[in-house]
């Protein structure tokens, strides 16, 4: 009977243990890996400056234990920091051969404000336009 109990009791702590560890392996980190604020020439007269930052997200578990990507995020709104409120799109990035990180790879990266909205402009020849409409007026 003892030997019933200590099995459940390894079982259990067995399942508790890797839901935590699963919980912390799968939580994003919200770091921003790069920012750019918008341009002084232009003006959408709705709570400016505006931000578009690439947040890292939560580990893409697809290619375990091959490869460990994470998700990523262009955020565009009036938050500097970790952003609560805006406009998200998840996006991938394409370093290409260069072999670089995601964070080496975004400085050659180019953004463009314009008074239709922003356009990332990625290193990989990648475009993304982002209409004003979708970020402006604390959206």
Request: glycine residues 8%; aromatic residues 16%; proline residues 4%.
């Given at each position: 009977?003892?030997?019933?109990?200590?099995?459940?009791?390894?079982?259990?702590?067995s399942?508790?243990?890797?839901?935590?560890?699963?919980h912390?392996?799968?939580?994003?980190?919200?770091?921003?890996?790069?920012?750019?604020?918008?341009?002084?020439?232009?003006?959408?007269?709705s709570?400016?400056?505006?931000f578009l930052?690439?947040?890292?997200?939560?580990?893409?578990?697809?290619?375990?234990?091959?490869?460990?990507?994470r998700?990523?995020?262009?955020?565009v709104?009036?938050?500097s920091?970790i952003?609560?409120?805006?406009?998200?799109?998840?996006?991938?990035?394409?370093?290409?051969?260069d072999?670089?990180?995601?964070?080496?790879?975004?400085?050659?990266?180019?953004?463009?404000?314009?008074?239709?909205?922003?356009t990332?402009?990625e290193?990989?020849?990648?475009?993304?336009?982002?209409?004003?409409?979708m970020?402006?007026g604390?959206?």
């Amino acid at each position: 009977m003892k030997r019933t109990w200590k099995i459940l009791l390894v079982i259990i702590c067995s399942i508790l243990l890797a839901l935590v560890f699963t919980h912390f392996l799968h939580r994003p980190s919200n770091k921003i890996i790069a920012q750019w604020k918008q341009s002084e020439s232009v003006n959408y007269k709705s709570f400016d400056p505006y931000f578009l930052s690439i947040i890292e997200r939560d580990v893409n578990w697809t290619y375990f234990p091959l490869n460990w990507e994470r998700h990523y995020e262009i955020y565009v709104g009036g938050e500097s920091g970790i952003p609560g409120y805006g406009h998200f799109i998840e996006f991938s990035f394409h370093p290409g051969f260069d072999d670089v990180d995601v964070a080496t790879h975004l400085k050659k990266s180019i953004v463009d404000w314009s008074d239709a909205g922003v356009t990332f402009k990625e290193a990989s020849g990648h475009i993304l336009f982002i209409p004003k409409d979708m970020f402006i007026g604390g959206r």
